[in-house]
């Protein structure tokens, strides 16, 4: 069974902090996703990445950066954590190019104070 | 018009009831559809692929209905275990590689 392990399953980060969410995956896939959900707006893509050192902005970049040095791992950094950033955290990985290869972690849910 | 919507719901039904859900999207270049399923508090997972045929899985069925850009579920026989939210998922041309997920559906099936 593929695994997409995310590191905390509930976070509290004080406004200002620097926050890392981190994501590893043990099938070798190439593709890696952070996304954020919310009610009424769902998913929400924000980074992904086809491959290592690899990233590409997704629909909602501003105020976060990702960072894939090893292929297994992706991680995702809010440089200065913000109220607006409370939100659960979901990364996904996936087979190249596949729609139906998704395999999301349990998620993070972040809480900014 | 958002690339993918779907009407959020609640759609709240009896025990066997039928019940379905659309899709819309907006990208008639879209070529790959899919259908994911995400419990309370829980991640998304894989339902069903949707093929240009329709496509069924034991309850479920699956419709692309190209020439108006949606697509549907039909869930036949409700079960309790059925309550969830059904998120569907397009490929966009112009996403390229990427694929997007609509919003969600929010399914209660009642006793």
């Known amino acids: 069974d593929v695994k997409v392990t995310q590191s905390s399953r509930y976070l509290v980060k004080r406004t200002g902090e620097k926050v890392f969410l981190e994501c590893v995956q043990d099938m070798d896939h190439e593709n890696m996703f952070w996304y954020r959900q919310d009610p009424g707006l769902g998913l929400r893509l924000i980074y992904f990445?086809?491959?290592?050192?690899?990233?590409e902005k997704g629909d909602i970049p501003e105020g976060y950066s990702v960072s894939r040095e090893k292929k297994e791992r992706f991680s995702l950094i809010l440089e200065s954590a913000s109220t607006n950033q409370t939100s659960m955290y979901l990364c996904?990985?996936?087979?190249?190019?596949?729609?139906?290869?998704?395999?999301f972690g349990s998620g993070t849910r972040l809480t900014v104070v | 018009r958002k690339e993918v919507e779907q009407d959020p719901g609640p759609f709240n039904v009896p025990e066997g009831a039928t019940v379905a859900f659309n899709c819309t999207y907006s990208n008639s270049a879209s070529q790959s559809f899919f259908w994911y399923r995400q419990d309370c508090r829980k991640e998304p997972k894989l339902l069903m692929s949707v093929y240009s045929s329709g496509n069924e899985d034991g309850r479920f069925t699956a419709q692309l209905n190209r020439a108006s850009q949606y697509i549907s579920l039909l869930i036949r026989d409700s079960k309790l275990s059925d309550s969830a939210t059904y998120l569907c998922v397009v490929n966009l041309f112009n996403y390229g590689q990427n694929f997007v997920f609509g919003p969600g559906t929010r399914l209660s099936v009642l006793p």
């Open positions: 996904a990985s996936r087979i190249e190019g596949q729609g139906w290869g998704y395999t």
């Open positions: 990445s086809y491959d290592v050192k690899m990233k």
